[in-house]
């Protein structure tokens, strides 16, 4: 019933849909010169052959989708890849970092005849869905066509389950269309059983196995050389309320540590004259990387306010406070850090990576804090004690590579859904 009523009215809505796609664009959040893609067209042809369609839905999925991407192109040399993303940032990503043979296209709004108009001009020979987004006629649509379907890197965050609770039918209908769905975690798993949905398995998180964030050596250089011996630590991925936090933190600690230096890299780097307005209001000497690219010695506080560059900043610092779990937002990927060798903070709320997290934890590489005194003292610690802040970055980075070969796991089970030869919907 559910999903009757919501069929009807996303065909009731399509009619007003380009005006939504308009207004979307003059907000930065849609590409004019590909906004045709969300309505199911294209520009390119299908490539020849055997073609596997990943589905992304933001950043974050993306990184976990190229390392599977590259395996897939590995071991099946006819095969091509679509895969299709939601946002602007992630279009950016792919354009920089898919390999040969793989392709970026914007997922088509959910609506029957522009799903349909994307499915009839790529005819994937299977498609792979990474981690939680679920569009109803997209998934209805690519059953009803005969594509193979696995849902990857699977998780329900809790408000995903008390929300399909009350549909938990309509939920069961659409995920059991996904013939194979892999978790990251065993309670992740069991979560999905509990709908029904009794072929999901725990297989870990595809995060871990993805390439670690670029980081461009010349920026590197550049910038360690303005830096010099300052101390300094990160709080990367923040939303708002948390700068707040980080200026406390950074006001409690720069008598304690002459030239310290605060680097914030946003979760939304449009929100960086917001940001410069908040920090300005209490130390006037703030500068963003987008005015300024090399920091200053009388810079006390730096927004990084750049797409792609967080790699960079990670290798840069020593410490990082991720950002996104103060609140209820469920975190940011710890792995990332990890991978660059960075001791790691985090907040209270770490549901979207809870093993991923408790894996740090256990190993003595992350640290929860809850609030701007517990940050405080955190990096007070850390920058004073070189010993301990270098045990804990390499803990971090042992973790992530111990758990680097999971993309394996997951190219096991979906094997006998992949295309291996060319041609076989023509």
Partial sequence: MITTLYNWASVAATPFLPLFLQARMRAGK??????????????????EGALVWLHAASVGETMSSLVLIEKILEENPAVSILLTTGTVTSADMAAKRLPPRAIHQYCPVDVPRWVGRFL????PDAALWIESEIWPTLVQRTKRAGIPMALVNARLSQRSKERWAKARNTFRSLVSAFSVVLCQTEEGAESFRMFGIHQAESVGNLKFSAPALPVDADELAALRGCIGKRPVWLAASTHPGEEELVLETHTRLRSSFPGLLTIIVPRHPSRALEIETILKARIPAVARRTVDKLIGDEVELYIADTLGELGLFYALTPVAYIGGGMGTLGGHNPIEPAQQNTAILYGPDRGNFTTVAKQLEDAGAAQVVSDARALSDAVSTLLSNHDEC?????????????????????????????PSTAGDRK
């Fill in 390 to 418: 270098t045990r804990r970055s390499d803990v971090a980075a042992t973790v992530a590579k111990q758990n680097s070969g999971i993309v394996d796991v997951v190219m096991e089970r979906l094997r006998p859904l992949l």
């Fill in 30 to 47: 849609e590409d004019p010169a590909r906004l045709r893609e969300r309505m199911g067209w294209s520009d390119l042809p299908r490539p």
């Fill in 120 to 123: 009839d001009h790529w005819r």
